[in-house]
């Protein structure tokens, strides 16, 4: 299968501590989103990133989240110092990278604080 | 700014009821059009799409209409299924733009 692919699905993390989240594109896709589903609510755009770049990261908080997608491997969210409300299921999409291209998006990771 | 609305849920149907769940949008530009389907435990499939005015986005009997004087874009199949129970999202990219702009979801629920 070389849809999107995102690990770990399920992540429990008591406040204070650290949350990693992975996500490894489709095979050929070098764009990757992350969008956050806060319960009962749509999806919500975090960040933006090609190879080694972040390209629109508008949506993010500005403390402790932070995302890379390196040269090699897959792309990381970050969340230091977790609470609460931070509790959410977290999508990564991929897409070719050309304008208006639709994004194909993995079954998420659900992190929950207790 | 760039913004979707549908329609409230849960919208509960028969099976082989028709269906229409309304999304309006407001963008700048000419935005792309989709309408993604969530199953549960899962995530996002898209389901269509549209890129231009007047288009129709149509797959497995599900279609929407590109329409650009009324800023709509909803989603009507003829008759559902128990299997399309699910959570629908109606979003857009905006212009140039590569984010997509979700509405709320809508929840379908169909009785066999």
């Known amino acids: 299968n070389a849809g999107v692919m995102q690990n770990p699905r399920h992540l429990v993390r008591r406040r204070g501590q650290e949350a990693r989240l992975r996500c490894s594109p489709m095979?050929?896709?070098?764009?990757v989103y992350w969008y956050r589903q806060l319960p009962e609510e749509g999806l919500k755009f975090m960040v933006y990133?090609?190879?080694?770049?972040?390209?629109?990261e508008s949506g993010m908080p500005k403390e402790r989240f932070s995302a890379e997608f390196p040269k090699e491997g897959p792309s990381i969210l970050r969340i230091q110092q977790v609470v609460r409300g931070d509790s959410a299921a977290y999508f990564c999409a991929s897409s070719p990278g050309t304008v208006n291209q639709p994004q194909h998006f993995g079954d998420g990771t659900r992190l929950s604080i207790l | 700014g760039n913004s979707v609305t549908q329609m409230e849920g849960p919208v509960t149907l028969s099976e082989e009821a028709f269906l229409t769940i309304n999304c309006t949008y407001t963008a700048t530009g000419y935005p792309s059009l989709f309408w993604y389907v969530q199953y549960p435990g899962e995530g996002l499939q898209l389901l269509l799409k549209?890129?231009?005015?007047?288009d129709k986005g149509s797959n497995k009997g599900f279609e929407a209409t590109y329409r650009k004087e009324t800023t709509s874009f909803h989603l009507e199949k003829g008759s559902v299924q128990v299997s399309d129970s699910a959570v629908y999202f109606c979003?857009?990219?905006?212009?140039?733009?590569?984010?997509?702009?979700f509405g709320a979801g809508t929840i379908l629920r169909v009785k066999s």
């Open positions: 990133l090609q190879k080694e770049n972040i390209i629109d």
């Open positions: 979003a857009l990219i905006a212009g140039n733009g590569n984010k997509l702009v």
């Open positions: 095979k050929g896709h070098s764009h």
């Open positions: 549209a890129t231009k005015a007047d």
